[in-house]
Structure formats: structure tokens, C-alpha cells
């Protein structure tokens, strides 16, 4: 079983950045497809990033993409989210997930593990 740890939350003010990592426990992290999603109060998780296993291949979300970068180092077992011109509508608990996979492409939904989660906080 992969268990995932995030860190990096915080808070920012509007414009500014933050990187999240996301530290896996096993030396499988190569297998899984990795994926960041987030969920703001009173709404539904929702997707936001994703990498293939070799990191070769990403998907955005629309509502972040060009100011959010997904990446992944599988010599270290961590994915990584890089968060530029953050924005309030950014505020949410941001996780990331896990899917193993033999597949090289990304994916948007059905990941097996999950991390605890961590705060950003955007401020105006």
C-alpha cells in the first residue's frame, strides 16, 4: 500500500506562489500515475493536475492551467505541484493521489491512495 504525505500549504497573498510536495513511502512510486486535487468549503473535490508514471505526459484543469505545474521525481518518490499567481479562488485543502497503472497516459479520476491533505490559503 503507497501512502502519501503532502507539505507546502500555507498562506499567500494573491499573486504570490507555493510549491507542494506530495512524498511517497514505497519504492513502487514509479508505478502509479500521480495526481493533485483540491477542495475548497462547501464544494466538491475536484481535479486539478496529473502526471504519468514517467512524468512524460500532463493534464490540467482548465481553471489552473498555465499558472499550475505538475511534475515528479521517481529517484525520490515525490510529486511536486508548483502553484504561480495564486488566486483566493485558489483557497482549498489540496491532495494528492495515486493510481497504479500500467498505462504510460494520465488520468482525471480513479486513483487508489490518497494523502491527508494540505491548507492553502489565499489571501487578497
Known amino acids: 500500500q503507497e501512502q502519501l504525505v503532502e507539505s507546502g500549504g500555507g498562506l499567500v497573498q494573491a499573486g504570490g506562489s507555493l510549491r507542494l510536495s506530495c512524498a511517497a513511502s514505497g519504492r513502487t512510486f514509479s508505478n502509479y500515475a500521480m495526481g493533485w486535487f483540491r477542495q475548497a468549503p462547501g464544494k466538491e473535490r475536484e481535479f486539478i493536475a496529473a502526471i504519468s508514471r514517467s512524468g512524460g505526459s500532463t493534464t490540467y484543469a482548465d481553471s489552473v492551467k498555465g499558472r499550475f505545474t505538475i511534475s515528479r521525481n521517481n529517484v525520490m518518490y515525490t510529486a511536486f505541484l508548483q502553484m504561480n499567481s495564486l488566486k483566493p479562488e485558489d483557497t482549498a485543502v489540496y491532495y494528492c493521489?495515486?493510481?497504479?497503472?500500467?498505462?504510460?497516459?494520465?488520468?482525471?479520476?480513479?486513483?487508489?491512495?490518497w494523502g491527508q491533505g494540505t491548507q492553502v490559503t489565499v489571501a487578497s
Open positions: 493521489a495515486a493510481r497504479r497503472t500500467t498505462r504510460s497516459g494520465t488520468f482525471t479520476y480513479g486513483y487508489d491512495y
